[in-house]
């Protein structure tokens, strides 16, 4: 959350408190009986304290709950001036009598850039903006940094395509970027020290709350844009139609007049993103009411309905069933793949490949159990347990129950579109069991996407003797080719089909990434050749995009430090862009559309 400090230490200067009658502590170990002493001079002085983080200071919150319920019988001893301020992360041993007791306050970003910056400089005098050793790049370097403050603020809007995860970017992040800002110009160097400046602000102030390698990427290509020696050119702009740009004022006035005739609306280019990014946005509100309609829906059907509830949930039930595949085994399928080397080993491919039928085998048993259990339940012949009546709501509202999600693959389909895939990737190692390695390889098919391309590399460094932490990917796009026209698998790596791009689109005919169309928000990306070479370094023109699962994009942070929701970074060739653009469009390959 945002520490209010800052502002209450500003309130108290207007006032007249700060100086004499204005006492901040940090609560924590050994700190209770200062607060105690401070408070009671306080209420006889007529000041204010401010006690920060409460919730590191458990055992004293007891006196403090003694100390507040106190003051009502201590009305006409008390100073009239007296204030008392609490801060504290959510704890449920917090006091409920002080909450109840006193003024609750939240502190949110506003919606829009124009209130962002509108509430950035209304925090700001004449004078702060004025107290500068160099003036002009001051005035300029600090609206960059409120303009780069609101952009990350807003750019969360956009989900996914914005920052993998939602980041709490607050006011306190911009007032110490500010103070940084402020003291490396007021250096005694002619020259502002850019690169610590980008440092500073990107990886420690801002970067300090990313969690997320790529989403820090993005953040460092965000603010390059807004504070760089570019930002003191009298001709330059944020955005390619000119309407955001550092204005020439030197008064607070006047930039308070320049934010307030800036548009309500935000156009995606002012972020560096295409128009279709709109349609995410409108598209996951419009999802979130759908969502909450939906579970406030009624369970029990009136007596016109064709069908009960338990009636619609035992067909799907047995239609399920019925089609469900049976279980994959070794010893069903093709011996050769399976055949040991010199050394006792079968090959790299086909560990991966057993490792994915269990997998798949431990679903379709869960599967095959659930739905035979909550047949059962309906008709009232064992108890409808939690999960089978989580399930019987999931199977109402079109969604993958909670039972089944624990075991399987990340999905965000729905039930049916989910079902249809489930048959798909279980025919497509089935093919693979009873027959040989494939020619081309579904990425988005597998459970487990990151154990089938360390299997590549190994198969790669099995037969050409290279140590396998020296092997990287080459990307090849095979253009104007499908994989009913690769009937033979590639001299070198493996051909992966599957994936989808999102915040751009390849076209084939130049060999490159280019922007997407219009209402267009995915599209299929041609067969790739995933070539493993030694020391591999990509071309100066490609842009590294990151591969995920889904386009929800964020995961669980695993042991190095990635998402497990990452799979692995993609070389691209980009002729007609830069790299940051595509950065900030959010492009990225995914293995999977949500429907």
């Not at 007791?101 to 506003?110: C, F, L, R, S, W």
């Not at 109402?396 to 579109?417: E, I, R």
């Not at 299929?524 to 023109?541: L, S, W």
């Not at 042991?559 to 990452?566: C, L, Y």
């Amino acid at each position: 959350g945002a520490d209010p400090s800052n502002a209450l230490v500003k309130f108290s200067q207007e006032k007249g408190y700060y100086e004499q009658k204005f006492v901040i502590i940090s609560l924590g170990q050994g700190q209770g009986k200062k607060a105690e002493f401070h408070i009671e001079q306080a209420k006889k002085e007529g000041g204010w304290v401010l006690l920060q983080n409460c919730h590191l200071a458990k055992s004293w919150m007891p006196t403090l709950e003694t100390m507040v319920e106190a003051f009502a019988s201590q009305q006409g001893s008390i100073e009239s001036g007296f204030r008392l301020f609490l801060t504290s992360m959510p704890a449920n041993y917090f006091p409920v009598s002080v909450l109840q007791n006193g003024v609750k306050m939240t502190t949110e970003a506003p919606r829009g850039l124009k209130a962002n910056l509108k509430r950035s400089y209304q925090g700001f005098t004449q004078k702060y903006i004025d107290d500068c050793d160099k003036p002009a790049e001051w005035k300029k370097l600090l609206f960059g940094m409120t303009f780069f403050h609101a952009i990350v603020q807003e750019r969360r809007k956009f989900g996914p395509l914005g920052f993998n995860k939602k980041y709490e970017f607050n006011d306190s992040d911009l007032d110490v970027s500010c103070s940084t800002l402020k003291m490396f110009l007021s250096s005694q160097n002619e020259e502002i020290p850019w690169d610590a400046l980008l440092y500073v602000t990107g990886q420690i102030n801002y970067g300090g709350r990313v969690t997320d390698d790529w989403d820090r990427r993005c953040l460092m290509s965000i603010l390059r844009r807004y504070v760089s020696i570019d930002v003191l050119a009298s001709d330059y702009t944020f955005s390619d139609s000119g309407i955001y740009f550092v204005p020439k004022a030197t008064s607070i006035e006047d930039f308070r007049n320049y934010i307030e005739g800036l548009p309500n609306n935000d156009n995606p280019e002012v972020f560096g993103m295409h128009d279709n990014a709109n349609i995410v946005y409108m598209s996951q509100e419009s999802n979130k009411i759908f969502e909450s309609i939906l579970i406030v829906q009624p369970r029990i059907a009136d007596g016109s309905a064709e069908k009960s509830t338990d009636d619609q949930v035992l067909e799907i039930a047995k239609q399920l069933l019925a089609s469900l595949p049976s279980n994959l085994y070794k010893e069903n399928g093709n011996k050769k793949l399976f055949e040991v080397n010199a050394h006792g080993a079968i090959p790299s491919l086909s560990t991966v490949l057993l490792q994915e039928l269990e997998r798949f085998n431990k679903l379709l048993d869960v599967m095959r159990a659930t739905l035979a259990q909550l047949q059962s339940a309906i008709k009232g012949f064992i108890i409808m347990s939690g999960d089978l009546d989580q399930m019987y709501n999931a199977f109402l509202l079109n969604q993958l129950p909670l039972n089944w999600k624990t075991v399987s693959y990340d999905s965000l389909k729905p039930l049916a579109s989910w079902y249809s895939d489930l048959l798909e990737r279980v025919q497509f190692m089935e093919k693979w069991l009873m027959n040989e390695n494939p020619p081309s390889y579904w990425l988005s098919g597998f459970f487990f996407p990151h154990g089938f391309i360390t299997g590549i590399l190994q198969t790669h460094a099995r037969r050409t003797k290279i140590p396998i932490d020296k092997l990287a990917f080459k990307f090849k796009v095979m253009n104007n080719q499908t994989v009913e026209k690769l009937v033979n698998p590639p001299k070198d790596g493996v051909y992966i089909y599957g994936l989808y791009v999102e915040g751009g689109r390849w076209d084939e005919s130049q060999d490159t990434l280019v922007d997407q169309y219009p209402g267009e928000l995915t599209t299929r990306m041609p067969v790739i050749n995933f070539i493993p070479m030694e020391n591999y370094q990509p071309g100066e023109n490609d842009y590294s995009c990151p591969i995920y699962k889904t386009s929800v994009r964020v995961g669980v942070l695993s042991t190095t430090g990635q998402s497990t929701n990452f799979i692995l970074a993609a070389d691209l060739n980009s002729k007609n862009e830069a790299k940051e653009f595509w950065t900030l469009r959010g492009t990225a390959l995914l293995c999977q559309l949500d429907t």
